[in-house]
């Protein structure tokens, strides 16, 4: 970072409630509250390498949610209880973001060079990969830095949509082998890297300079049904057993929970 000090918010951002999973973004997971992988992730991150300056807020519309991470015991988080307009199933995610912004740089009386997210339901990441998407981010000058696993589907190869008669390739191509193909990602909503002046600008995630980092690829699914938990939780008993990047975390987030004020 050639020496330049920057001043990094992190934002964790989860709504009250949820159709799929009831009280999804305060639910226990693999014997610790779902939220506290996240911090736990940001924790180790800032313990290794924490020469930013940086801020922690929350923000929900769960009092919950807000209790559960201030009184942590571990580091200390700023609050933001969600205003009503941002609390609907059809508010962007990045209108939250903002609004997290602009409240902490008011509150604060300070302005951040990055604002990193990260999703409470995607709670298997590691230290490194945190590393990794502020390094590329600064190192790339991007607009947003996302995180990504390799598509396992191909849509110039081995994806189809309907077509006037029948189906058809997604993307039409001559391709007869799928390492042919261009190289194909899917987001993974893990971590985001985002400028402050995008942000601002109030363009939408992916429009403007967009870079990537790639994660491990059975880490995450979408959480949308009880099941979905279920099978995150065998993948993470896997995971914390034989993988010390993904058990450091878990550790870790075993001592929040154990020096929680709640």
Not at 98 to 107: A, E, G, H
Not at 165 to 192: H, W
Request: some cysteine.
């Amino acid at each position: 970072m050639g020496g330049i000090k920057m001043k990094i918010l992190f934002t964790i951002c989860g709504r009250a409630g949820s159709k799929g999973i009831k009280n999804k973004n305060i639910k226990p997971f693999a014997g610790n509250p779902l939220p506290y992988y996240t911090l736990s992730a940001i924790d180790l991150y800032l313990q290794r390498h924490g020469k930013e300056a940086c801020d922690i807020v929350v923000n929900s519309d769960s009092r919950e949610l807000l209790s559960m991470m201030a009184g942590n015991g571990i580091r200390p988080v700023k609050l933001i209880e969600r205003s009503q307009q941002l609390g609907g199933d059809t508010v962007g995610k990045i209108d939250v973001i903002r609004s997290c912004l602009d409240i902490m740089q008011n509150r604060e009386g300070c302005e951040y060079d990055m604002v990193v997210d990260l999703d409470i339901t995607s709670p298997l990441r590691t230290t490194a990969d945190i590393k990794n998407l502020i390094d590329v981010h600064i190192r790339t000058g991007a607009d947003v830095t996302t995180s990504v696993v390799a598509a396992r589907r191909n849509p110039y190869f081995n994806q189809l949509k309907r077509a006037e008669k029948g189906f058809c390739k997604v993307c039409e191509s001559d391709f007869t082998a799928r390492q042919q193909a261009p190289d194909i990602y899917d987001m993974n909503a893990s971590l985001y890297a985002y400028s402050p002046q995008h942000l601002m600008s109030g363009r939408q995630v992916l429009d403007g300079h967009v870079e990537i980092i790639e994660m491990y690829d059975t880490g995450i699914l979408d959480l949308d049904h009880e099941n979905d938990l279920e099978l995150m939780s065998v993948i993470a008993e896997y995971l914390f057993k034989t993988k010390v990047a993904f058990r450091e975390v878990y550790e870790n987030c075993r001592i929040i929970r154990n020096s929680s004020l709640i």
